[in-house]
């Protein structure tokens, strides 16, 4: 089964929402639908970001786990932007929508 990951950058916080929270929610979103392989939150060219690595049968329903995730985190913050990515040999690969 591949590996796949959501990368959400994460703006504003909605009122009331506290950060150690996003993350957390995040992963636990893609959780209801797989396993979720990893998690982390990083700060690349000054935007927090969040990474979410976890498994899917195909693009379809890795596209199907990001909807769920970015859905969860769209809740609580502004998402301007978010990628799905899967992994081909040592590298992660740009997957488009289909």
């Excluded at 959780?31 to 195909?58: F, N």
């Amino acid at each position: 089964m591949p590996s796949y990951r959501v990368i959400l950058v994460v703006g504003r916080l909605l009122p009331g929402v506290r950060p150690e929270h996003v993350l957390p929610a995040a992963a636990d979103a893609a959780a209801e639908l797989t396993r979720v392989e990893a998690r982390d939150l990083a700060v690349v060219a000054g935007e927090p970001r969040i990474t979410v690595r976890y498994l899917a049968d195909d693009d379809a329903g890795a596209f199907q786990v990001a909807g769920r995730v970015v859905g969860e985190v769209t809740g609580l913050a502004a998402v301007p932007r978010s990628v799905v990515t899967r992994r081909e040999g040592t590298r992660w690969i740009p997957v488009l929508p289909g």
